[in-house]
Every structure is written in structure tokens, then in C-alpha cells.
């Protein structure tokens, strides 16, 4: 099982839909938790961040399942501008550091 | 701030050339990692650095060296340029590895014919 596992999708939503990806994790230590988006061609760039409670900014929301071991991402009133592929990100103690896991990726592409 | 910057953009090698990718942040981070990139796989940790002077391997280290002799810089040495290496590249630096996020570079798109 990988430590890290999204669906890569693509979802293909009209704009102002809301869409949500879930992203699953192996490692129950796993410590703190990501959204990224990432244009074609560029960067990752840091979304937010994920905290036990749930966390929003704006139309984004996001959850930690901890008993579950998953992490959502909800968007609202999707715009053109959203699409991206959204990576998950994991960082979980390994030989006394913490180490970051990606996972692959989950292609959003919001049409008219 | 510059954040962190990556140079080149883009480089084509030879099979067997040596390189050196080179990353610079200035915000002070103490956390930086070089990672590579491949469709379908994601982001795969090479090697990163909690501090100057000290690094370790990530997932995918052979074929790659490192050092950090400063706070601010990491540079990525490729020994022996092999096909397999052309990816894209991107460095990343952050405040704290556990509880924050990363700061990645532009990324170096790298061909070896």
C-alpha cells in the first residue's frame, strides 16, 4: 500500500460546483497534513495547511480524519481558475526526522 | 525576498556529464530538500538538509550528492548523467519540517540525451 494515495481524476466540474478530494494516508504517526496546487508547468504552491479540527479559507475547506487516516479538501462555487492539479502532502517521523510524502496528484479542470 | 531560486530553467546533458543544480533561499530556513519529479509518479525527496552541514538521503538518492555549507544555499550535484535522470527538479526550503509548509523553487527541467 502506498503511504500516500489520491484519485489523479481529472474531475471535471462546471464552474460554481463544489468538488471534494479525499486523500488516504498508511501511516497512523503521520503528524502533519497539506493541500498544494499545482499549476501545469510551475511549482507546487502551499494551499493550506490541515488541522485536527478542520480549517477553512474561503471556499476551501479542509478536514483531517485521524481514525480513518484521511484528509479532504472541499471547494465551493468552483471558478475556471481552480483548475490545478491538488496534491496532498504528509509528513510522518521516520529514523527521528519527519519526512514529507506527496502523494500524486488529483486533477481538477473546472469548464464553463 | 526571492524566496527560494533555482538555476537553470532548463538544461540538456550528455549521458555521463556531471552538473550542478543550484538552489538558494533567503528566508532563513533551516529545512531544504531537493526532489524530483516524473509524470505519474509525483514528487519523489532525493536528499534534504535539517541544517548546514548536515544532510540525508530521501527516497531516491542514487546517482545524486549534496551539501550545505551555508543556511542558505543547497546545491544538487549529478555525478555521472544517466536518461533516467531527465525529470524536472525542484528545491524547497521550510521554517520547520514537521509543522510548516514548503517553499519550492521554479524547477530545473533536465534532458539527458
Known amino acids: 500500500r502506498k503511504e500516500v494515495e489520491q484519485d489523479p481524476g481529472p474531475f471535471n466540474v462546471p464552474e460554481g460546483a463544489t468538488v471534494a478530494f479525499n486523500c488516504t494516508y498508511s501511516?497512523?504517526?503521520?503528524?502533519?497534513f497539506f493541500w498544494y496546487r499545482q499549476d501545469c508547468r510551475k511549482e507546487p504552491k502551499l494551499l493550506m495547511s490541515v488541522y485536527s479540527s478542520g480549517n477553512e479559507d474561503g471556499r476551501f475547506t479542509a478536514q483531517l480524519n485521524r481514525a480513518s487516516q484521511y484528509i479532504s479538501l472541499l471547494i465551493r462555487d468552483s471558478k475556471l481558475s481552480d483548475s490545478a492539479t491538488y496534491l496532498c502532502v504528509v509528513t510522518s517521523p521516520t529514523g527521528g526526522s519527519y519526512i514529507p510524502t506527496f502523494g500524486r496528484g488529483t486533477s481538477l479542470i473546472v469548464h464553463p | 525576498n526571492a524566496g527560494v531560486t533555482q538555476t537553470p530553467k532548463f538544461q540538456v546533458l550528455k549521458t555521463g556529464q556531471s552538473m550542478t543544480l543550484q538552489c538558494a533561499q533567503d528566508?532563513?530556513?533551516?529545512?531544504m530538500s531537493w526532489y524530483r519529479q516524473d509524470p505519474g509518479m509525483g514528487l519523489r525527496l532525493i536528499h534534504y538538509s535539517v541544517g548546514a552541514g548536515i544532510t540525508d538521503q530521501g527516497e531516491v538518492p542514487n546517482g545524486y550528492n549534496v551539501s550545505r555549507s551555508t543556511t542558505e544555499d543547497f546545491p544538487l550535484r549529478l555525478l555521472s548523467a544517466a536518461p533516467s535522470q531527465t525529470s524536472v527538479y525542484f528545491c524547497a526550503s521550510s521554517r520547520d519540517r514537521a509543522n510548516y509548509g514548503y517553499t519550492f523553487g521554479s524547477g530545473t527541467r533536465l534532458t539527458v540525451v
Open positions: 528566508m532563513n530556513h533551516e529545512y
Open positions: 501511516n497512523s504517526a503521520s503528524q502533519s
